[in-house]
């Protein structure tokens, strides 16, 4: 038993590589910046993550925009939260803008 443990550990590490212990935590969700210079992913980073939010909020199965793409997820759903309440308020805005016409004219 023990040496099939090890001839299975022996092929996965020549086919695959060396195993590595990853530690998932409270950390996980952390934007880490440096403490000097210029951050110059930031823009990009929060375009995608806009992006990405948008079509999580909007698609039928949010799950299947997600696969693939290493996302902290109460992130994205603070993201989300906030991106439907701007589209809410504009869309609020122009209802009462459309009102203010109408009643104009």
């Not at 079509?55 to 996302?71: H, T």
Request: hydrophobic share 50%; glycine share 10%.
């Amino acid at each position: 038993m023990h040496d099939e443990q090890s001839i299975d550990q022996y092929f996965t590490e020549q086919i695959v590589g060396p195993t590595r212990q990853v530690t998932l935590g409270s950390s996980a969700g952390l934007v880490r910046q440096p403490s000097r210079g210029v951050l110059v992913e930031g823009s990009r980073a929060g375009l995608e993550l806009t992006l990405l939010a948008a079509r999580s909020a909007w698609a039928a199965e949010p799950g299947e925009v997600l696969v693939g793409r290493p996302v902290s997820l109460p992130r994205l759903a603070r993201w989300r939260i906030g991106l439907l309440l701007v589209a809410w308020l504009v869309w609020s805005a122009g209802l009462v803008a459309a009102c203010a016409w109408w009643w104009r004219v």
